[in-house]
């Protein structure tokens, strides 16, 4: 009787460490199935949105993200920024922002912009794809003397406005891309995916 205790005792422990190591092993098993859930590199690049932190972005600041391989802006205009918006609506070429493949519904609007203050922008000039420099600063500039602030494309000499709106006489045809993009809430920004409800 006593062998019989000593073996079922054995039994016992030799059951409970093949279900302790077998769970393991279905645990680091799992690992990597649950990895081919997530996006990978190539379908974010290929769209997979991107949330950004607004909070430390201050007024007269710009940063830049990728999305679908592109650098996106994200820029905090000032209220002097915003003001100087209707001063040169009669050089642009496309004010009124009527090409509607330049935004979505939603920021065809004065500002180009869900929050006036807030403008996302694709980085990239409607010429022939060089990124333009942030010029923000109201002076003369090399490139135009009455410059109001905005953006210049130093491949081809085209110019935007603080609302990526392009000047009348410059290679780029159209206004800086608008992409899709909607808020969190007042610290978070999400580029790819459009507000709820957005048509």
Same mark, same amino acid.
């Given at each position: ?11 016992? &422990? ?21 990895? *081919? ?11 997979? $949105?991107? *949330? ?9 600041? #710009? ?23 209707? *001063? ?23 500002? #180009? ?6 403008? %996302?922008?694709?980085?990239?000039? *409607? ?7 942030? &010029? ?14 905005? &953006? ?6 085209? #110019?935007?406005?603080?609302?990526? #709106? %392009? ?10 891309? %608008?992409? $899709? ?19």
């Amino acid at each position: 009787m006593a062998d019989q205790g000593v073996n079922s005792g054995r039994r016992r &422990f030799l059951t409970a460490t093949t279900v302790v190591v077998g769970g393991a092993g279905a645990a680091m098993a799992a690992i990597p199935f649950l990895e *081919t859930l997530k996006p990978s590199a190539r379908a974010q690049v290929a769209g997979a $949105p991107v *949330t950004e932190d607004i909070s430390k972005l201050e007024p007269g600041q #710009r940063i830049v993200v990728q999305w679908r391989g592109q650098p996106i802006w994200i820029i905090r205009r000032t209220a002097q920024m915003l003001a100087t918006l209707p *001063t040169v609506e009669d050089r642009l070429r496309d004010p009124e922002s009527d090409n509607i493949d330049q935004q979505p519904g939603y920021a065809r609007n004065e500002y #180009r912009s869900i929050k006036p203050e807030l403008l %996302v922008l694709v980085g990239i000039c *409607t010429h022939l794809g060089c990124s333009p420099t942030f &010029f923000p600063e109201m002076v003369a500039e090399p490139f135009d003397a009455d410059w109001k602030g905005g &953006f210049y494309c130093p491949c081809h000499n085209s #110019r935007f406005d603080l609302a990526g #709106r %392009v000047y009348q006489g410059v290679p780029a045809p159209s206004n800086l891309v %608008v992409p $899709p993009y909607h808020f969190i809430d007042d610290d978070h920004i999400q580029i790819g995916v459009d507000p709820e409800g957005a048509a």
